[in-house]
């Protein structure tokens, strides 16, 4: 039976509300590919920063349900809307979570810190002037500032301090938000990451990444940024060319 | 919102230093059943406040839980209290009522279930 993930007829939605989109696939499909690994994983606490529709931490649920009982789900969005509307979503399809509205996760920040065993990520990735991000309204569902990276570098400390020891976080970026940086930087924190799922669309070429800690120390120190940054550069072309061929 | 996710919450205005435990205003609470899963709540119950717990729940009309921490042995031998515990933690459902931060009394609204943790500026 294939699994089940979250169906667009039950999205709930809103004007003010970011609909399910090419980033939100793409990223519920890197969590179909990686399924095995999450179920082996065997999460206890995960959550979604930045939930939308609720499309994406519904699919999750979904996904683990059978396999993984006994999860607790939180996701949290600063849209008052996009909360309410994941709330519905959730309930259409017959799921829960405790969804809370607030800026990335900093009222979980201080008791959560070291528990979340996996995090999901579709942020405002969309490079855009700076006086955009944050604003009231759908526009801060996708405006990122400069290079898109705005929101998204301030969500990698929290997600930092968050995770587990064995935690994992998935993201989704745009190759114009320069994702061999991001890799880089977790990496200088003692994160190995991948690239779960590459998908060129007509705007945009989307990336999810995968983050987790790395035990290796030793690579960590062996290896210089010019090096790291070519090895993602050629990993990501090679899986470029895959999608074309 | 669940007394898990309760015991989770701290407020963040700047310049507070206990933010936590928020005191529960319930307006409504309902109750949803959830699979009983013991592995779960052991998980669990090493992360958990207690006190913060004990007192949300009596909040929520909930006063069976014992008023000082267990010590965790019970967690293999005692099933009636984990039994209590999972409902506590997993079935009463803060729909609304408020937030109510301990040190500066800022209250935070909770609708349909949903706890609104914004700030203002000046907050931030
Ligand atoms: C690209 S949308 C993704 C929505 C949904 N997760 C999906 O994949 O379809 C980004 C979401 O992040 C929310 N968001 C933006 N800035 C945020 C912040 N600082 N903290 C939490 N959520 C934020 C937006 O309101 C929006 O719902």
Request: hydrophobic share 35%.
């Given at each position: 039976m294939p699994s089940r993930i979250a169906e667009i007829r039950l999205v709930s939605s809103h004007r003010e509300v970011y609909e399910p989109c090419d980033d939100s696939f793409a990223l519920v499909d890197a969590l179909l590919a990686d399924r095995t690994n999450l179920i082996d994983h065997n999460p206890k606490i995960c959550m979604e920063i930045g939930?939308?529709?609720g499309y994406v931490i519904t699919s999750l649920i979904l996904l683990l349900k059978n396999e993984v009982p006994g999860v607790h789900y939180l996701a949290t969005d600063t849209n008052p809307i996009a909360t309410r509307v994941t709330k519905e979503t959730l309930q259409a399809h017959g799921v829960d979570a405790d969804v809370i509205c607030t800026d990335i996760a900093s009222c979980l920040e201080k008791r959560l810190?070291?528990?979340?065993d996996v995090i999901v990520v579709n942020p405002p990735y969309v490079p855009t002037p700076e006086y955009e991000v944050g604003m009231e309204g759908i526009a801060s569902a996708w405006a990122g500032g400069e290079n898109g990276r705005t929101v998204i570098d301030k969500i990698l400390p929290v997600v930092d301090l968050l995770l587990s020891e064995k935690g994992w976080f998935y993201l989704v970026t745009l190759t114009s938000n320069f994702p061999a940086e991001i890799c880089l930087m977790m990496r200088k924190k003692g994160y190995a990451s991948r690239i779960v799922v590459q998908r060129s669309t007509e705007e945009e070429n989307l990336l999810i990444l995968k983050f987790w800690r790395d035990k290796d120390e030793e690579s960590l120190k062996k290896e210089t940024s010019s090096s790291f940054v070519s090895q993602f550069s050629r990993s990501l072309s090679s899986l470029m060319e895959k999608q074309w061929r | 919102m669940r007394l898990i996710t309760h015991n989770m919450l701290s407020c963040n205005i700047k310049g507070v230093a206990n933010g936590f435990p928020l005191l529960i205003e319930a307006g409504k609470v309902i109750e949803k059943e959830v699979d009983f899963n013991p592995d779960f709540l052991r998980h669990m119950f090493a992360k958990i406040e207690w006190k913060a717990l004990v007192e949300g729940a009596r909040s929520m009309g909930?006063?069976?839980?014992?008023e000082d921490s267990p010590d965790a042995t019970v967690l293999d031998s005692d099933e009636s209290f984990l039994k209590k515990l999972h409902h506590a933690l997993l079935e009463l459902h803060l729909e609304e009522g408020a937030l109510v931060c301990p040190e500066t009394g800022r209250k935070f609204p909770v609708n349909k279930g949903i706890p609104n943790m914004l700030l203002h500026e000046d907050e931030v």
């Open positions: 939930c939308g529709s810190a070291g528990s979340v | 909930y006063a069976e839980l014992p």
